[in-house]
């Protein structure tokens, strides 16, 4: 009887807790498993107007041609002459596919005018496991870089998709976190939060009492091998397409 009493309050925790997840994971599943495209572009510091003239010229022809978001973000810190051009497509296949956003001539000149303002360049394709939606237009995001340890990537988003509500309730603007799949170590994480001034940055990452922070995030540095990269980016929004 000892035994009975102690393991049905088990069942039904485990049971209400498989529910809630299941929950947060139709919630939250809207807008991931998309893959993302990130080009970093280092731009040589005399030709910014030419780039972001050619950049805006080519997110026009993005948007008529209907290829959906493509925004584009600027380092503000570190190489603050970096660009981030980001978009996105649910599958490879996808990204071959439509119609052409400039005619083959037109193409050939944009991307020979666009190699003379850039210093070097990096392309890194990651999927979206998990997100919070936009609460509006977004003004910076600070990125995260980790590394997760070998064996641990499934664990580790299992633990993030478990606090989703409370990071959603607490205030949060929005969040993303990808894996890379191409152009890094797939063991690399991608986390962004998104914010809308710098005086976010003063204070803790999620609006919580310091004891209930403590409680949620305790033992998520257990998934971590190594330093982190940290770094905020402005969005660019003359430059960028397609909706919030």
């Given at each position: 009887m000892?035994?009975?009493?102690?393991?049905?309050?088990?069942?039904?925790?485990?049971?209400?807790?498989?529910?809630?997840?299941?929950?947060?994971?139709?919630?939250?599943?809207?807008?991931?498993?998309?893959?993302?495209?990130?080009?970093?572009?280092?731009?040589?510091?005399?030709r910014?107007?030419?780039?972001r003239?050619?950049?805006?010229?080519?997110?026009?022809?993005?948007?008529?041609?209907?290829?959906?978001?493509?925004?584009?973000?600027?380092r503000?810190d570190?190489?603050?002459?970096t660009?981030?051009i980001?978009?996105?497509?649910?599958?490879?296949?996808?990204?071959?596919?439509?119609?052409?956003?400039?005619?083959?001539?037109?193409?050939?000149l944009?991307?020979?005018?666009?190699?003379?303002?850039?210093?070097?360049?990096?392309?890194?394709?990651?999927?979206?496991?998990?997100?919070?939606?936009?609460?509006?237009?977004?003004?910076?995001?600070v990125?995260?870089?980790?590394?997760?340890?070998?064996?641990?990537?499934?664990?580790?988003?299992?633990?993030?998709e478990?606090?989703?509500?409370?990071?959603?309730?607490?205030?949060?603007?929005?969040?993303?976190?990808?894996?890379?799949?191409?152009?890094?170590?797939?063991?690399?994480?991608?986390?962004?939060?998104?914010?809308?001034?710098?005086?976010?940055?003063?204070?803790?990452?999620?609006?919580?009492?310091?004891?209930?922070?403590?409680?949620?995030?305790?033992?998520?540095t257990?998934?971590?091998?190594?330093?982190?990269?940290?770094?905020?980016?402005?969005?660019?929004?003359?430059?960028?397409?397609?909706?919030?």
């Open positions: 000892f035994m009975t009493k102690n393991i049905l309050p088990k069942i039904r925790i485990s049971l209400l807790l498989a529910f809630f997840l299941a929950g947060s994971a139709n919630l939250y599943s809207q807008q991931t498993d998309r893959l993302i495209t990130v080009r970093k572009l280092a731009v040589k510091p005399d910014i107007e030419e780039f003239a050619l950049q805006t010229e080519m997110s026009e022809a993005w948007d008529k041609a209907g290829r959906g978001r493509r925004w584009i973000w600027k503000m570190g190489d603050l002459h660009f981030h980001i978009s996105e497509s649910d599958s490879f296949a996808e990204r071959g596919s439509g119609e052409p956003i400039m005619d083959q001539a037109h193409r050939d944009w991307l020979n005018a666009m190699n003379e303002t850039i210093r070097s360049r990096e392309l890194i394709t990651t999927r979206r496991v998990l997100s919070i939606p936009l609460k509006g237009k977004p003004k910076y995001v990125v995260t870089q980790r590394t997760i340890l070998p064996g641990k990537t499934s664990e580790y988003f299992d633990f993030i478990s606090r989703l509500p409370t990071f959603e309730k607490s205030g949060s603007n929005g969040r993303v976190w990808d894996r890379v799949l191409y152009g890094g170590s797939n063991h690399t994480i991608s986390t962004g939060r998104f914010i809308d001034s710098w005086a976010e940055l003063d204070g803790p990452h999620i609006d919580l009492p310091a004891e209930e922070r403590q409680r949620i995030f305790e033992g998520v257990d998934f971590f091998a190594g330093d982190y990269d940290r770094y905020v980016l402005r969005f660019e929004e003359e430059m960028s397409t397609g909706s919030f």
